[in-house]
């Protein structure tokens, strides 16, 4: 993205702040649609996930899937303007939350929570924000100009601390936040290539996955929650579920595992709001040919 696409794509951003639910959501379903027509490499990229991980289902209904996650992506985008220049009382009115009690803990215990890349991820965030002071891994983006909105957006109301992603070297700064109090609002599902990474079935497809939460949570004796954002007709909801029992358990790869199959349940419940636009299997196991 250029500069100055960024730029225009930030304004149409902000000229949505003061319109109606509905009238994002139907300028939404035009640049979605428009979108699925011209953007062909990521439309390749989300068919080649689908075909892999929803194989039962026919070509016909995974390109209508596709297509509706193209215009939940352009309607999450354009939320974005109630997230970056809305009150509090807006954000909090846009984005509901379900399970919010999960939360606390009597024994005080450091907290992580898994945010799988759903459309409503930012949403999320923000809303937790309106909660919490938490910690997040930050990964920088190319474009500056989009970087630096994102950014300033993200570090509304409770001025989280953004860790930047350097590999392995975030983990010491991840483990003492959460130690000091802070709960760590992490994104699990990137393929982050083969260093640091084991591979472990997503939906039956061996992927490239950081084991970070099972070590943090053996490290810093933290409870571990689901907190997904759904997009719904009039805003989001975040689910916050109850803390995992048995976990961590056995091994690093056993935890690891668990995780993708608690990602697996959500995402076969919300099948056209997950990123299969991301290359999730771009990593591929020795000997295993190139997955896109």
Same mark, same amino acid.
């Given at each position: 993205?250029?500069?100055?696409?960024?730029?225009?794509?930030?304004?149409?951003?902000?000229?949505?702040?003061?319109?109606?639910? /509905?009238?994002?959501?139907?300028?939404?379903?035009?640049?979605?649609?428009? +979108? !699925? #027509?011209?953007?062909?490499?990521?439309?390749?990229?989300?068919?080649?996930?689908?075909?892999?991980?929803?194989?039962? &289902?026919?070509?016909?209904?995974? %390109?209508?899937?596709?297509?509706? +996650?193209?215009?939940?992506?352009?309607?999450? &985008? #354009? *939320?974005?303007?109630?997230? !970056?220049?809305?009150?509090?009382?807006?954000?909090?009115?846009?984005?509901?939350?379900?399970?919010?009690?999960?939360?606390?803990?009597? %024994?005080?215990?450091?907290?992580?929570?898994?945010?799988?890349?759903?459309?409503?991820?930012?949403?999320?965030?923000?809303?937790?924000?309106?909660?919490?002071?938490?910690?997040?891994?930050?990964?920088?983006?190319?474009?500056?100009? !989009?970087?630096?909105?994102? &950014?300033?957006?993200? %570090?509304?109301?409770?001025?989280?601390? #953004?860790?930047?992603?350097?590999?392995?070297?975030?983990?010491?700064?991840? +483990?003492?936040?959460?130690?000091?109090?802070?709960?760590?609002?992490?994104?699990?599902?990137?393929?982050?290539?083969?260093?640091?990474?084991?591979?472990?079935?997503?939906?039956?497809?061996?992927?490239? /996955?950081?084991?970070?939460?099972?070590?943090?949570?053996?490290?810093?004796?933290?409870?571990?929650?689901?907190?997904? /954002?759904? &997009?719904?007709?009039d805003g989001y909801v975040l689910h916050?579920?109850?803390?995992?029992?048995?976990?961590?358990?056995?091994?690093?790869?056993?935890? /690891?595992?668990?995780?993708?199959r608690e990602i697996e349940? !959500?995402?076969?419940?919300?099948? *056209?709001?997950?990123?299969?636009?991301? $290359?999730?299997? $771009?990593?591929?196991?020795?000997?295993?040919?190139?997955?896109?």
């Open positions: 993205m250029t500069f100055a696409l960024a730029r225009l794509s930030i304004a149409l951003i902000n000229r949505t702040a003061n319109w109606s639910m /509905t009238a994002r959501a139907r300028l939404a379903r035009l640049l979605g649609d428009l +979108l !699925w #027509l011209v953007a062909l490499p990521r439309r390749h990229i989300a068919l080649a996930n689908l075909r892999a991980c929803l194989p039962e &289902l026919p070509g016909r209904e995974r %390109r209508a899937l596709g297509r509706r +996650l193209s215009r939940h992506l352009a309607r999450g &985008l #354009l *939320d974005h303007s109630v997230l !970056w220049h809305g009150s509090r009382e807006q954000v909090e009115a846009l984005v509901r939350v379900d399970g919010a009690e999960h939360l606390l803990d009597p %024994r005080n215990r450091p907290l992580i929570m898994l945010a799988p890349h759903f459309v409503g991820l930012d949403a999320g965030g923000a809303r937790l924000n309106t909660l919490v002071r938490g910690v997040s891994i930050y990964a920088q983006q190319s474009n500056p100009v !989009w970087d630096e909105q994102l &950014l300033q957006g993200r %570090r509304r109301f409770s001025d989280p601390l #953004l860790i930047p992603r350097r590999g392995a070297a975030e983990l010491k700064q991840v +483990l003492r936040a959460l130690k000091d109090g802070l709960p760590l609002y992490y994104l699990p599902d990137m393929d982050l290539g083969e260093t640091n990474s084991i591979f472990v079935p997503f939906f039956g497809v061996p992927a490239a /996955t950081i084991p970070m939460v099972s070590r943090l949570a053996r490290a810093a004796g933290a409870r571990v929650v689901m907190a997904v /954002t759904e &997009l719904s007709a916050i579920e109850p803390p995992w029992t048995g976990f961590p358990g056995s091994s690093v790869e056993e935890d /690891t595992a668990r995780m993708n349940r !959500w995402v076969r419940r919300l099948p *056209d709001q997950y990123l299969w636009t991301h $290359k999730r299997f $771009k990593t591929r196991p020795p000997g295993a040919p190139p997955f896109y």
